[in-house]
């Protein structure tokens, strides 16, 4: 059964930094498109950072580019985020995703190309 379990949440103050981890079992992310999306109270679950082998490229909406960066750890089968400058705005549920085979980063991130993995979320609040 395939899981994927977010971490790293939490409460930071506006300007704080956080770094989330997404770890995959019975699942091999390697060679896989994968990205994090947010859910704020109230709105749609947007995608925040997405990753792809497919078109070797990172996509970050504009509201997050050049604070927040995805990475990942093959060896431990593991996607982070780090998210820096943190802002109020940020608050929300964190999840983690696997893409469509063949998705492209920005495609998986807006159109929410994804597979129906989805973990419980890692809660991110942003309050001074």
């Known amino acids: 059964q395939v899981q994927l379990v977010e971490s790293g949440g939490g409460l930071v103050e506006p300007g704080g930094s956080l770094t989330l981890a997404c770890a995959a079992s019975?699942?091999?992310?390697?060679?896989?498109?994968v990205g994090w999306f947010r859910q704020a109270p109230g709105k749609e679950r947007e995608g925040v950072a997405c990753?792809?082998?497919?078109?070797?490229?990172?996509y970050y909406p504009d509201s997050v580019k050049g604070r927040f960066t995805i990475s990942r750890n093959n060896d431990k089968n593991t996607v982070y985020l780090q998210m820096n400058s943190l802002k109020p705005e940020d608050t929300g549920v964190y999840y983690c995703?696997?893409?469509?085979?063949?998705?492209?980063?920005?495609?998986?991130?807006?159109?929410?190309?994804?597979?129906?993995?989805w973990g419980q979320g890692t809660q991110v609040t942003v309050s001074s």
């Open positions: 990753d792809s082998p497919n078109d070797g490229m990172r």
């Open positions: 995703a696997v893409g469509w085979q063949n998705v492209y980063a920005r495609t998986m991130c807006v159109l929410e190309k994804v597979l129906g993995y």
């Open positions: 019975a699942f091999t992310l390697d060679n896989h498109a």
